[in-house]
């Protein structure tokens, strides 16, 4: 778990872009530019509120340039498994972000129920994801990689996983085929 203060540093050392070294230079300077993407496609979507968890967070990126005074972090580089229980209390985040994570998820409908559990009722749940045409985008910079995309959402998957839970309220594409969902 990563915990970003009010000021944003955070509660243990991060090297940024850690997770990106077998991507190499050229892979590293996409990801910069992806991620920052995908901030700002979610931060349209988020104000100035109490609590922020981003599942997925790597090297804390996203919560650093989040605008909630508690910004709360899960990622495999820490040790957290997803996969399980969410150790929060019911309807604690106003905030819950999945930036570039549900495409690797084997059984994505546990964590967004556990989601839905955690969230605020006017919390707001935001995902971002990679279509399958942006994969040949993503081998081109990151050939060196196995592959780790397990499913791709398009707008009818993600309803149909969503839609026991939640409400779509917004959906528009992104460079390259990348997609959000909030």
């Not at 150790?87 to 495409?103: G, K, M, N, Q, S």
């Not at 084997?106 to 942006?134: D, H, M």
Request: hydrophobic content about 40%.
């Amino acid at each position: 778990m990563l915990i970003i203060d009010e000021t944003g540093r955070a509660d243990k050392p991060v090297m940024p872009l850690s997770y990106a070294r077998p991507r190499g230079l050229a892979g590293r300077a996409v990801l910069y530019i992806t991620r920052w993407l995908r901030a700002v496609n979610a931060e349209k979507y988020m104000s100035p509120s109490e609590r922020h968890l981003d599942i997925g967070c790597g090297d804390g990126y996203f919560l650093r340039r989040s605008r909630c005074r508690e910004r709360i972090g899960l990622d495999r580089l820490f040790g957290d498994d997803i996969g399980k229980e969410l150790t929060f209390p019911e309807e604690y985040f106003d905030y819950v972000t999945l930036l570039a994570v549900i495409e690797h998820l084997e059984n994505p409908g546990g964590l967004i129920n556990e989601v839905a559990r955690i969230l605020k009722p006017s919390g707001r749940f935001i995902i971002t994801t990679p279509v399958r045409i942006s994969d040949r985008f993503i081998r081109v910079y990151a050939k060196e990689m196995k592959k780790q995309h397990v499913a791709y959402y398009d707008t009818g998957k993600i309803i149909g996983i969503t839609k026991d839970v939640f409400i779509l309220s917004a959906e528009h594409r992104f460079l390259f085929g990348l997609k959000f969902f909030g």
